[in-house]
């Protein structure tokens, strides 16, 4: 990702795409490329969840 992003920034965008796809509104190319974004968030969210994880199995030992 090109800026820094908070994880909870990333999941209201998701939201914001996933709507967006649902709806019948937007181009074949405007649909991709919004999925390619939300791929990328995705994976995004999935590393602070998987990083916030092992930080509270640090603290739980």
């Known amino acids: 990702m090109k800026k820094e992003i908070t994880f909870e ?27 390619k974004e939300g791929l990328e968030l995705s994976k995004f969210c999935q590393k602070k969840l998987d990083d916030a994880k092992l930080e509270i199995e640090k603290i739980d030992i």
């Open 9 to 35: 920034k990333a999941l209201a965008r998701l939201a914001e795409i996933n709507g967006k796809l649902e709806s019948d509104e937007i181009s074949l190319d405007e649909s991709v490329e919004l999925f």
